[in-house]
């Protein structure tokens, strides 16, 4: 599996080429770029260029940039909407659209293979409108992703009963949407149905995971091992998917000065996570 992680955790500082240098030290082969405005400002032609020049001087892969959650300057305190593809209103359904175009245009410089997108907010409901809207906007988006050379994951998330993971199914199937893949958020099953059905449920459709850990109380992006996620049968499981995904580290960005040197902690995560493979392979 491909070992990614997160800007995420550097998401309250300006994304610049020291961060990528201190993941690619972790031991990254790929890097998942968060599009915040105030992190990654995906409308800045001098970062953009910034980041697509620090790629073309690395082998480390831009696996994927993860879509705009809002679209001013400042993810924490924004005024702004939120931005939602699968809104009530039809003005909001477009204004998101083309939040996550300006992020995705940054492709045309960084060569990302895929965006990661939520269908909703948390407390999204299920209903034949949100279906409906929610497959318009996957085929827009992936429309305009495709010439890109970007793939669309759909992640499901807390509380949000649009991207359950079987609703997410479904939505692929109505949709024939084959070329669609889905990126399963531990943390969030965590949180719902759990991982392990999550899993068997989204099955080969799964091509990459946000790895973090919680104790099923609150959406913490904690390190893998500090929650209640079983992590032997956790990897096990992703390990016997016909083709296992991207596990990419995506940890809160509080943890980034309170758990010491950041490239060394981010090794330690990922031997934790080959360790809880192994662990569950001999005891197999």
Not at 28 to 48: C, L, N, P, W
Not at 155 to 171: D, R, S
Not at 266 to 284: G, M
């Amino acid at each position: 599996m491909l070992k990614a992680i997160s800007t995420h955790i550097f998401l309250k500082q300006r994304l610049h080429a020291g961060h990528l240098e201190t993941l690619a030290h972790a031991g990254a082969e790929g890097i998942e770029v968060f599009a915040a405005r105030q992190h990654f400002d995906y409308t800045s032609r001098q970062q953009v260029r910034e980041i697509a020049n620090w790629f073309r001087d690395h082998s480390m892969r831009p696996w994927a940039l993860h879509a705009p959650l809002r679209g001013d300057v400042d993810h924490e305190r924004g005024n702004s909407p939120s931005v939602n593809v699968v809104d009530v209103e039809k003005a909001r359904r477009i204004d998101a659209m083309d939040e996550v175009k300006r992020a995705l245009e940054s492709a045309e410089q960084i060569p990302f293979s895929h965006m990661i997108l939520h269908l909703g907010e948390r407390g999204q409901s299920w209903s034949p409108r949100t279906l409906e809207n929610a497959m318009a906007a996957i085929e827009h988006l992936g429309a305009f992703a495709r010439p890109l050379g970007v793939q669309i994951l759909l992640e499901n998330l807390e509380k949000n009963e649009v991207t359950e993971p079987q609703k997410l199914i479904e939505i692929l199937s109505i949709g024939h949407f084959d070329d669609i893949g889905i990126c399963l958020d531990l943390g969030h099953a965590n949180l719902n149905e759990g991982v392990a059905s999550a899993i068997s449920t989204m099955g080969e459709r799964i091509l990459s995971v946000h790895v973090h850990d919680n104790k099923g109380d609150r959406d913490a992006h904690l390190w893998p091992g500090d929650g209640t996620i079983p992590w032997p049968q956790t990897m096990q499981a992703l390990q016997a998917l016909p083709n296992p995904p991207a596990t990419v580290l995506e940890i809160h960005r509080d943890l980034e000065f309170s758990e010491g040197p950041t490239a060394e902690r981010l090794r330690k995560a990922f031997e934790f996570l080959d360790a809880a493979a192994r662990t569950h392979e001999n005891n197999a």
